[in-house]
């Protein structure tokens, strides 16, 4: 049975010992997730954090969309983002040290110029093009026609948030969802496209910047010189502009402005799980389902032994750790930056488990 595995299934011809563990592994992960619930499990959510789709017209603006609501509202008065921001966030009030407690400037002058109703097309148009990148790269990768109806009904799943309103001032949103298109772009030697919308999303959110590094080790790890040097520039560029931004921060920071908590708070599983649950449609689930869905997720890419398996594997990964070392509970919209690209993993999930089970036990039938 193993002999015949096709080569993009990762664990089809695996030895019946490692295969064993792995599959004695994998179900303690999703025994521990259906068990771990993301914080506050009695309300689902963060206290004082609103619902993802913000479909309550009594509930109050939370505090951070506040903040860049009162500032889009005074860049379309012609005042200036930097002459702005320290302001308001006193007035919540909101800690403008250390500097990357500021937000980059990209999207609240984007909001100024198209306004709030001129962001729903554009995220209609980011969901389509999302769906479409990812039919093609189904379609060019090994096995993935198979995976493609599915795979594509989930990844419109993941970027849907696109059009939760009440959010559109969130920078995360836009981020993951443009980290969702230029995963699907992008190509082993064809990258331009992805390079231009991940270009894009980093300048809306910093915290974009490991993708542009994954990308850029795999293509040096291919010695695809080209490609890696691009991404390098790109995170040498992205390094410049940042520094100068912390610097006008640093001198619009007075000696009275507190300082911020925190973000290194080790909170484990709980908070891989929590960002990734909370931040996107996992959130209506049942913890006890919700959970290992993260983590069939991570499983199907790491069971598909393509380029887009691998890369969203490290992807999920690197993530899932840095949300286990960093971030409080109030922060678990980070996860946006990662939740759009994970979903099609369930497409191959059921494959991957399959493949496990045959390689573990040769002569039972897969369940």
Not at 66 to 77: A, H, I, K, P, S
Request: aromatic share 12%; hydrophobic share 50%; charged share 15%.
């Amino acid at each position: 049975m193993t002999a015949t595995a096709p080569d993009w299934d990762r664990f089809g011809q695996w030895g019946r010992g490692p295969a064993r563990l792995m599959l004695a592994v994998v179900l303690l992960i999703l025994a521990i997730a259906a068990v771990t619930p993301p914080p506050d499990s009695q309300t689902g959510e963060p206290a004082g954090v609103p619902s993802i789709t913000g479909d309550n017209p009594d509930r109050p603006r939370d505090d951070d969309l506040t903040l860049y609501d009162n500032v889009v509202e005074r860049l379309q008065g012609g005042e200036h983002y930097y002459d702005v921001i320290a302001e308001e966030h006193r007035k919540l009030p909101f800690p403008l040290k250390p500097g990357l407690a500021v937000r980059p400037p990209t999207l609240a002058y984007i909001l100024a110029y198209v306004g709030e109703d001129g962001m729903i097309p554009i995220g209609l148009v980011l969901m389509a093009l999302t769906v479409w990148a990812w039919w093609r790269r189904f379609g060019d990768e090994p096995g993935g026609g198979q995976f493609r109806l599915v795979g594509c009904a989930l990844v419109l799943v993941g970027v849907s948030l696109g059009l939760a309103r009440y959010f559109f001032a969130m920078h995360e949103l836009w981020a993951g969802i443009l980290v969702a298109l230029a995963l699907g772009l992008h190509r082993p030697g064809r990258w331009g496209w992805s390079f231009a919308v991940l270009a894009l999303a980093l300048a809306i959110r910093e915290t974009v910047l490991p993708v542009v590094l994954l990308l850029g080790a795999m293509a040096f790890w291919r010695r695809d010189w080209k490609e890696g040097a691009a991404w390098s520039a790109v995170a040498v560029l992205f390094a410049v502009a940042l520094a100068v931004h912390l610097h006008i921060i640093a001198g619009l920071a007075r000696p009275e402005d507190p300082e911020g908590p925190a973000w290194l708070v080790l909170r484990g599983l709980q908070g891989w799980i929590g960002n990734i649950v909370l931040s996107s449609n996992l959130r209506w689930l049942p913890n006890l389902v919700s959970g290992p869905l993260v983590f069939l997720m991570i499983l199907g890419w790491a069971g598909w032994k393509t380029p887009a398996g691998r890369t969203l594997t490290f992807f999920s990964l690197g993530y899932g750790l840095a949300f286990m070392i960093g971030g409080r509970n109030e922060n678990f919209y980070w996860g946006m930056v990662v939740a759009p690209a994970m979903f099609a993993g369930l497409a191959m999930a059921p494959m991957a488990l399959r493949s496990i089970w045959r390689s573990a036990f040769p002569n039972v039938s897969a369940p």
